[in-house]
Every structure is written in C-alpha cells, then in structure tokens.
C-alpha cells in the first residue's frame, strides 16, 4: 500500500524540494521573470508520500516553463483574434446594424459565433466528430493547453461516484484516474454527485458537449500539481466540503484527503489549464480558486451565478510563487447573485477581457500584494445605491492596503463601459511598471460590444451533426 498524501506542512518537504529545484529556482531569477517561492511547508502534502514529492517537483518546474516573459504579447495576440472575429462576424451580419451587433441578441437562423474562441469551432455542423479541433481554440494565457488531444475518448456512461478507491470503469472517476491522456465524453445527459474531491490527473479534457452535464450536490473538482487539463461545458453548482478520506488519485495511487474547501474548481500548483463554457453557482467556497503559483490559466465563456466570492487568484499574502501566476478571464457573464471577487487577485498578472458584470454587492475586481490588473473592454454595471452608507459603484478594491502603497500598483482601465455611476480607480504607469519588450497594448473591442461577445455565456445546448 502507497503512503498517504494527506494535507499537512512538514519541514521534511521543504529540504527536499529546495535540493531538487535548485537548478529551476536559479533559472526564474531573471529580470524579467520571478520566482517561485521557496517556502514550500505549505505544499499540504504528506513529505513521506514519494508519489506527491514527484508531483510537487514537476508541477512546479512545469509552472516556471509555462510562465510568459512578455505578458503584454499574450494580451495583445488576443485581442488582435478578438478584432479579427468581431470584423468576420459584422461581415456575416452585414443587414444589421452595429448596435444589434453591440447588444445582447440571439442570432436566430445561421450560426453566428461572436467571439474567436467560439468561431474556432461552434459553427461546424461536424464538430462531435471533430471535437479534439477545440484544442486549437484556446487564447489568453491558458494558449498553450492541449488537454487529451494525443489521448483516445474515453465515453463515461455511469453517473454513479460510489467506489472512492476503486473506481467502477465508465465513471468520470475511473477516467480522470487512468495515466494516459484522454478526451473525456458523456453517452447522455446526467447528474453526477460526487462522493468526494475529484483528483484529475494531467492531459485530460473533460467535454460535456452535446449533453446537460451537471455535477452538483457533492465535492469539488480538484486540479492539484497537474498540467494540461481542459473543461469545457459542463454546470458546476451546489459544492460542499467533502469529509476527506482514502481516495485514489491516479492508477498507481491513493491516501489519504483531508476535507476539501467546497470549491467548484480548485486549481492548485497547476499550469496549463483552460475553463471553457462552465455554468458555476453556489458553491461552499470559491466558485474557481487558482492558488500556489498556478500559471498560464484562461477562464472564458462561463457564466457566474448566486455566489459570495467568486474567484480568487492566490490565497495567501506569503505566497510570494504567486508572482508567476499569469490568468485570462475573457467573454464571461457575472449574473444575478454575486458579492465579490471576479476576481481578487495576489501578485500576479491578470488579464480581465470583454466580460458582463451585470451584478456584484461588494466590488468587482479586488486584490492584494501588488498584483496587475488590465481591466479592458468590459461592461460594468454598478447596483444601485439603496443606502448611502452601502455604496458599491467603485468597482475595484485595494484589499487591507493604504493608498501609499498600492498607488504603485499597475491597475489599467482601458475601454471598459462604466454604468450606473460605476467608477474604475487606475493606479501605476504602464511604460514604467513593466520591464518586458512589449510596451504598448493594442486596444480591446470596447465594452459596448460585449453583450454580443458574451451572449453564449455557460453550458450549450448543442446537439450532434448541427452547429452549436
């Protein structure tokens, strides 16, 4: 029997993890690139345990080379694709006007994809037969993610989660085990409860199109010190906190968990990873928690329900490997019920992009710890001030910072649409803050246009052998 991962800080994991990354650690300590912290006691993995010792090790040398030395060049090429889709599409719709185009409208008749992640693929009336062609569709930091793609397809046709250690074949469980990499499909429409936290290991994507795909009412899907992993178009809602316990966490191993958080998704010590098309809602914790210097994550199309704090990007204000977190949030809808982080962010460089925030009670945008933040081309729409010692039209937040310190802070607001008295507070200079090549940032469509680029927000309902 395998010694058990369980999650607690020893000194023990902090020796052998400084000896093995020596070499990596000395490579990130560059000008422009930085590092990974070396306070690795808080891994939550059991230092005895040779299997997540091995993993740790990887996933954090996996992390320093999916780090971007020029994030502005990521920004850029998306929003150059972003430009590139809108034009094709004002092409298609020609006998419409640009404020239709503009607005929140369903396209009725032809396939019409608004944005270039779904112009990718959406309007192939072959794409069930050609679903691995989405790997090709990712833009942002997340650009890089293959998911499955080199895998076979694996079809889960049992809903159940009754076996923890051994996984009954035909279970998403028994799939996201397995060591091969795999493209993940569904034989139909089902609910899938999990027992506990789903530990998915690296080079999976788990596809829910063409079925109503909902795991709810029980514990969180888990991404801990993996890379390559894609899930796109499922409903994530109603998580709890799992109790914890022996669960396998890959073919060849098991141990034991603590209790998980009740995250939707946890992502944590992970690179390479891409959301796409998640309807989440009502979750014990955060709806998408990136943590632990996680790196090169895109976060697009989902759509963001009934919930306090919705996502957060580094948890600790000591986790200085936070630095190399780089994440694009891009064409997503914050709806009805939010409170508060979408997202806060620490240290890292976030890519906020052609998003609806139609709700928030709190603030929209928040962080701590220096973190940047290029705020472009989104829709805010402030709630209303029903009391004046309760007003959230600001839609950034400074998290327990004085205004001395975080006035350095690189927080850039560019063409984002303010509404209902909403207010962006910039902080920081571009030209001085940023020690990378590229200097100036090629514009996003403007936040008028996002009712259009959002439409299709969450889970779809497509049906083989038509366009989605």
């Given at each position: 029997?395998?010694?058990?991962?369980?999650?607690?800080?020893?000194?023990?994991?902090?020796?052998?993890?400084?000896?093995?990354?020596?070499?990596?650690?000395?490579?990130?300590?560059?000008?422009?690139?930085?590092?990974?912290?070396?306070?690795?006691?808080?891994?939550?993995?059991?230092?005895?345990?040779?299997?997540?010792?091995?993993?740790?090790?990887?996933?954090?040398?996996?992390?320093?080379?999916?780090?971007?030395?020029?994030?502005?060049?990521?920004?850029?090429?998306?929003?150059?694709?972003?430009?590139?889709?809108?034009?094709?599409?004002?092409?298609?719709?020609?006998?419409?006007?640009?404020?239709?185009?503009?607005?929140?409208?369903?396209?009725?008749?032809?396939?019409?994809?608004?944005?270039?992640?779904?112009?990718?693929?959406?309007?192939?009336?072959?794409?069930?037969?050609?679903?691995?062609?989405?790997?090709?569709?990712?833009?942002?930091?997340?650009?890089?993610?293959?998911?499955?793609?080199?895998?076979?397809?694996?079809?889960?046709?049992?809903?159940?989660?009754?076996?923890?250690?051994?996984?009954?074949?035909?279970?998403?469980?028994?799939?996201?085990?397995?060591?091969?990499?795999?493209?993940?499909?569904?034989?139909?429409?089902?609910?899938?409860?999990?027992?506990?936290?789903?530990?998915?290991?690296?080079?999976?994507?788990?596809?829910?199109?063409?079925?109503?795909?909902?795991?709810?009412?029980?514990?969180?899907?888990?991404?801990?010190?993996?890379?390559?992993?894609?899930?796109?178009?499922?409903?994530?809602?109603?998580?709890?906190?799992?109790?914890?316990?022996?669960?396998?966490?890959?073919?060849?191993?098991?141990?034991?968990?603590?209790?998980?958080?009740?995250?939707?998704?946890?992502?944590?010590?992970?690179?390479?990873?891409w959301v796409d098309h998640v309807s989440m809602a009502n979750c014990l914790d955060g709806l998408i928690d990136a943590i632990y210097y996680s790196t090169a994550i895109t976060i697009s199309n989902c759509h963001f329900t009934k919930h306090l704090e919705v996502l957060l990007l580094g948890a600790h204000n000591g986790d200085d490997g936070d630095k190399i977190m780089q994440v694009t949030i891009a064409f997503n809808h914050f709806g009805r019920g939010l409170d508060q982080r979408m997202p806060r962010g620490r240290f890292g460089f976030f890519h906020i992009v052609n998003n609806d925030y139609t709700h928030w009670e709190m603030y929209a945008i928040g962080g701590s710890q220096d973190p940047t933040f290029i705020s472009q081309g989104n829709r805010f729409n402030a709630p209303k001030v029903t009391d004046p010692e309760h007003n959230a039209t600001e839609v950034t937040k400074r998290e327990y910072t004085p205004e001395s310190e975080w006035k350095s802070w690189l927080w850039k607001s560019e063409g984002d649409l303010l509404l209902n008295h909403a207010f962006f507070v910039e902080s920081g200079d571009l030209e001085t803050l940023l020690p990378y090549t590229t200097k100036e940032l090629i514009e996003a469509k403007p936040g008028s246009f996002v009712g259009a680029l959002t439409m299709d927000a969450g889970a779809l309902e497509c049906i083989e052998d038509k366009p989605c």
């Amino acid at each position: 029997m395998t010694s058990s991962p369980a999650f607690f800080p020893l000194l023990l994991l902090f020796l052998l993890l400084l000896i093995n990354v020596s070499t990596a650690d000395t490579e990130m300590k560059s000008s422009t690139t930085p590092t990974t912290s070396s306070d690795t006691t808080k891994l939550h993995i059991n230092s005895l345990d040779k299997t997540w010792r091995v993993r740790a090790k990887s996933a954090l040398k996996e992390a320093e080379k999916s780090y971007h030395p020029d994030p502005l060049e990521v920004v850029n090429h998306l929003n150059s694709n972003v430009h590139k889709a809108v034009d094709e599409v004002e092409v298609v719709t020609a006998n419409q006007t640009r404020r239709e185009l503009r607005g929140k409208k369903k396209h009725k008749g032809k396939c019409v994809a608004t944005n270039p992640i779904d112009q990718c693929w959406r309007c192939r009336p072959n794409w069930a037969k050609e679903r691995k062609r989405l790997a090709e569709c990712v833009l942002g930091f997340g650009r890089n993610t293959i998911g499955g793609v080199n895998g076979k397809f694996y079809v889960v046709t049992d809903g159940s989660d009754d076996d923890l250690m051994n996984p009954k074949p035909g279970t998403l469980r028994h799939a996201v085990t397995r060591r091969e990499p795999l493209w993940i499909i569904f034989s139909r429409s089902m609910i899938i409860r999990l027992s506990e936290e789903l530990i998915v290991t690296s080079y999976k994507t788990i596809d829910g199109r063409g079925h109503q795909i909902r795991v709810m009412n029980g514990a969180q899907i888990t991404l801990q010190f993996v890379q390559h992993v894609i899930i796109t178009n499922i409903h994530v809602q109603d998580i709890n906190a799992g109790k914890g316990g022996m669960i396998r966490d890959s073919i060849d191993h098991f141990g034991m968990r603590d209790q998980s958080d009740g995250d939707g998704i946890s992502i944590y010590g992970s690179s390479n990873v891409w959301v796409d098309h998640v309807s989440m809602a009502n979750c014990l914790d955060g709806l998408i928690d990136a943590i632990y210097y996680s790196t090169a994550i895109t976060i697009s199309n989902c759509h963001f329900t009934k919930h306090l704090e919705v996502l957060l990007l580094g948890a600790h204000n000591g986790d200085d490997g936070d630095k190399i977190m780089q994440v694009t949030i891009a064409f997503n809808h914050f709806g009805r019920g939010l409170d508060q982080r979408m997202p806060r962010g620490r240290f890292g460089f976030f890519h906020i992009v052609n998003n609806d925030y139609t709700h928030w009670e709190m603030y929209a945008i928040g962080g701590s710890q220096d973190p940047t933040f290029i705020s472009q081309g989104n829709r805010f729409n402030a709630p209303k001030v029903t009391d004046p010692e309760h007003n959230a039209t600001e839609v950034t937040k400074r998290e327990y910072t004085p205004e001395s310190e975080w006035k350095s802070w690189l927080w850039k607001s560019e063409g984002d649409l303010l509404l209902n008295h909403a207010f962006f507070v910039e902080s920081g200079d571009l030209e001085t803050l940023l020690p990378y090549t590229t200097k100036e940032l090629i514009e996003a469509k403007p936040g008028s246009f996002v009712g259009a680029l959002t439409m299709d927000a969450g889970a779809l309902e497509c049906i083989e052998d038509k366009p989605c």
